[in-house]
């Protein structure tokens, strides 16, 4: 099969599964026009992803979430909603536009009583999180800058019990993390991607797994549960 081919094969078994298995949504798809409408980046996951992310929140019967790099807060809808009615999410969020965008979308869920944005650069705030004694949190999705993935697992780890699962988004990169180079201490996201899905592999503190995702291009979804 060409390239093309299976490309587009890929996009119609997306859109199949949408059309099967994700109900239409008024508020979701508010969402995504309000998003395109400030110019914030096409860069949320896929419907298809944000009813995994659901379903793995649901089936792990998290109630305290921490999601790092909120945008307009797509994601973290989908997470808010897997919830108990207690349930509570923190979204790091370092642009001020794309926090104010959130929280707009969040208010129209019915969900701002539920989730709190916090604006800021993740490696600052999850250490205040930690100071102030807010976790342990139950799931986390890691979704941000991909150079600070390192930094937030490790953060995510600290702010975890045994038992918490941690998703971090994107680490298939339509293949590109076949070639990354592991050793390069110095390289580009690609290489630190690339050693981050090594170290899930073989931390002995973790338990993990890579979830591909094809919608056109392939991602991957990294499933982790820390050890007792
Ligand atoms: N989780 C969202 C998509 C997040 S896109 C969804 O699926 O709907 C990544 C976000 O991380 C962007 O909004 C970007 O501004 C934010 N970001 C980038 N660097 C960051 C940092 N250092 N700390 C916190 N957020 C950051
Ligand atoms: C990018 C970031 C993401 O989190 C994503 O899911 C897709 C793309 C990006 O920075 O290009
Ligand atoms: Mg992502």
């Known amino acids: 099969m060409s390239e093309n081919t299976e490309s587009q ?3 119609r078994i997306d859109s199949y599964l949408e059309g099967l298995f994700v109900p239409e949504d008024t508020v979701l798809e508010q969402a995504l026009k309000d998003m395109e409408q400030n110019g914030l980046p096409s860069i949320n996951v896929s419907p298809n992803e944000g009813q995994l992310l659901y379903m ?6 998290a109630r305290k979430v921490l999601e790092i790099g909120t945008l307009g807060a797509y994601s973290t809808i989908w997470l808010a909603r897997a919830l108990p009615p207690e349930g509570r999410v923190i979204t790091l969020e370092y642009e001020p536009k794309h926090a104010a965008v959130a929280r707009r979308n969040l208010e129209r869920a019915g969900l701002s009583d539920r989730v709190e944005v916090r604006v800021g650069a ?6 205040e999180i930690a100071r102030n004694g807010e976790g342990p949190f139950d ?9 600070n993935y390192p930094g937030y697992l490790e953060w995510a780890i ?3 019990r045994p038992g918490s699962v941690i998703l971090s988004d994107n680490l ?13 201490e110095h390289g580009s996201a690609n290489d630190i991607i690339g050693r981050y899905n090594r170290q899930l592999a073989t931390d002995p503190r973790l338990e993990s797994l890579i979830i591909p995702l094809n919608r056109g291009h392939v991602d991957g979804l990294g499933v982790t549960v820390v050890r007792s």
């Open 122 to 127: 993740g490696l600052d705030l999850l250490p």
């Open 139 to 147: 799931l986390f999705f890691i979704d941000a800058d991909k150079s």
């Open 172 to 184: 298939l990169r339509n293949g590109d993390v076949l070639k990354a180079d592991i050793k390069n």
């Open 9 to 11: 094969l890929s996009q």
């Open 56 to 61: 793995l929140a649901k089936l792990s019967g």
């Open 158 to 160: 600290k702010l975890s």
